[in-house]
C-alpha cells in the first residue's frame, strides 16, 4: 500500500473525537476494528460527526502550518521572528516556496495539505460505505451524507486554494489508489461539486427520523443548523472559494461573478461562529499566537497606510523601501482605529485593556500600542505603532471568563456582503455595490459612496479613505474609486478572521508585492512517492510568481 498517500486517520469506533494525530501515520482500511467502524451505524455517524473538528484542527488548530506565512506575504502582519518561516516569507525581494528535501518549512508547508487530503478521503470512505448501507432511516441518511459532501468540499477546496494540485478522490477510489494529482481549478472544480451534492441532499424530502438539524457537536457553534442555515453555510464557502481561487487579476476577472452573487447574497445572515474550546477544541491557535503581540505581530503600513490622512503615509510611499523608518503613525477618520493626532492622543482614546473581559466588544479593533511595546528589529518598513485588536477579549477571558473558550467568528457577514459587492462593480451595477460597500464604510466614520461609477474618487477630499499608491512611479497616492473602497472595507471587516483572508484577495486582485509565490507545490514527500520531479514556487525567478501590481510593490 503507498501509506503515504492515505492520510486518513485510524477509524476509532465509540464517541467522537477518537482519531489520531498523525497526519502520515495510517492504519490499514481493510483492518478489521476499521471494518467495524464503517459497519457499525452509531460508530459511523460519530465518527464523521467528529471530523468537522479534525478539519478545522488542520487550519486553525496549531502554529505549524502556513498561516503566518500567509500573513507576511499578503502585508496582513509583520514578524521578524523566524517562528514557521515568518522572516523568510516577509522579505522583499520576496523568496520562493522553497519545496526541496529537508526544506526549514516542510513541516508547515505539508500541514494544510495532509490534513485536507485525510479529509478528502475519511469523507469519501464514509459516502462510499452509505452507498450501500444505512444509519437506519433515509433523513439519516440524507444529513450524514450532505456533512461527508460538505467536508470534501472544505477539504477540497482549501487545498486548490493554497496548493497548485492536489489528489481528487472519491466514493469509488479504492483504499490503496492515492487519486490523480489535478491542477488548483480542476480541484475547485470537484470541491464545488461536492458542495452541490450536499446542498442537493440537504434539501431533498426524505422519510423517517434523525434528519436535520446537524447535531450541535458536528459544527460547534451558536447556530443550529437545520437544513437551511447548513445551505446557507455551505453556499458562503462556496462564494468564498469560487472568487478566493483565482490566482492573478486576469483569473479573478474570469470568475463566474453572477454565481459568486448568487451564493454570498443566499448565504450566512451574520457572522458564523464556532464555539471554541481552549482543551478540547475547536481552536484558533494562530490569532492567540498574535495576540501575544511582541515581535509576533505588528501591522504592516503598506495597506494600513491607506486610511492616513496626515500625510504620513505619502511620505512613506515617496521614500526607498530600505529607507523607510520604523514606527509608522497615521491619522484616520476610520474608527476602526484609535482616533487622535498624536500618539498620546490616539492611545488615550483606545486601551487594549478596555476590552480584556468576557465577552467585550473593543471599541477599536487597533491599537496604538502603548510606549515601549513598541517591536525591536527586523526590517523597518514592516514597522508601526499599531496591532489587531479586535478579538482580544476571546483571547483573554472568551465569552464565559476562560481564555480561548467561547463563540469566535471564522467568517463575517460582510466577507459575503463585499464579496457580492465586487461581483456588482464588475458587472457593472455600481447601485447594488454601493450600498453593500456604505454598510460597514458608513458604521465606521467615512463618508457614504454616493457616485455609482468605478471612475469617481471616494469622497472626503484631502481626508478621503483609501488613498492608494498610483503610477507610474508609485510614489505618489490618490483616492481610491469604488472597487478600492470595496478592498479597504474587505481587508478591515476581515483581517485576522480565517486563514489566507488577505491573501487569497490580494493574489487575485493583483496587489500582493512582486515575486511573491501565489501558492505551494504538492510537498515533496508526496511527489517522492509518485515518482514525480521536485519543484519549488514562486521568488520572482520560478513558476508562480507574483506580478508587480496595482500598487507598483
Known sequence: MMRSFIRYGALAAGFLGAVVACDLEVVNPNNPETTRVL???????????????RWHGGLYGTTTNIWGMLQVQALENYSSLANN???????????????????????????????????????SSVLATLDTATLGSQAQDNRAKSFAEFLRGL??????LFYDSAAVVGAKTGPADPGPLMGYVEVMDSAKAAFQHAIDLASAQATGGNGFPLPATWIPSTTTFTAPEFVRLIRS?????TAGNARTPAERAAVNWDNVIADATNGITADHDNITDATNGPFQT??????????????????????????????????????????FFMVTPDLRWPQGTTRAEQQADFAITSCQGASQVCKRY??????????????????????????????????GGTAR???????????????????????????????????TRVKNGL????????????????????????????????????????????????????IGAWFLDSRGWGDLPAGTPVDWAVPYQDLQVRGKAIYSKGGGSLPGSAAKGTYGW
Open 85 to 123: 518561516c515568518m522572516n523568510q516569507r516577509a522579505a522583499i525581494p520576496r523568496g520562493s516556496n522553497d519545496n526541496s528535501i529537508g526544506n526549514q518549512c516542510e513541516a508547515e508547508q505539508k500541514a494544510v495539505y495532509n490534513r485536507m487530503q485525510e479529509v478528502t478521503r475519511v469523507a
Open 447 to 498: 463618508p457614504a459612496l454616493t457616485a455609482l461609477d468605478n471612475t469617481t474618487a471616494v469622497p472626503g477630499g484631502a481626508n478621503c479613505v483609501p488613498k492608494v499608491p498610483v503610477g507610474p512611479n508609485y510614489t505618489t497616492i490618490a483616492c481610491g474609486n469604488m472597487l478600492e473602497a470595496m478592498k479597504w472595507e474587505k481587508r478591515m471587516e476581515t483581517a485576522f478572521t480565517h
Open 155 to 160: 477539504s477540497l477546496g482549501y487545498a486548490a
Open 286 to 327: 494562530w490569532l492567540s499566537q498574535s495576540y501575544a503581540y511582541g515581535t509576533w505581530h505588528q501591522m504592516v503600513p503598506f495597506i494600513i497606510g491607506m486610511g492616513d490622512v496626515s500625510g504620513s503615509y505619502a511620505t512613506w510611499i515617496a521614500t526607498p523601501l530600505d529607507q523607510r523608518p520604523a514606527g
Open 366 to 399: 487597533f491599537v496604538n500600542r502603548p510606549n515601549g511595546g513598541d517591536p525591536s528589529g527586523g526590517l523597518s518598513w514592516g514597522q508601526s505603532n499599531y496591532d489587531h485588536v479586535r478579538f482580544i477579549s476571546w483571547r483573554t477571558k472568551g465569552d
Open 39 to 53: 459497519a457499525n451505524g452509531p460508530d459511523l455517524e460519530a465518527f464523521l460527526g467528529g471530523y468537522y473538528k
Open 405 to 439: 473558550t467561547g463563540k469566535l467568528p471564522f467568517m463575517v457577514k460582510a466577507e459575503m456582503d463585499l464579496l457580492a459587492a465586487e461581483g456588482y462593480i464588475r458587472k457593472g451595477n455600481f447601485a447594488a455595490a454601493a450600498p453593500l460597500i456604505n454598510a
Open 237 to 241: 464557502y462556496r462564494a468564498r472559494f
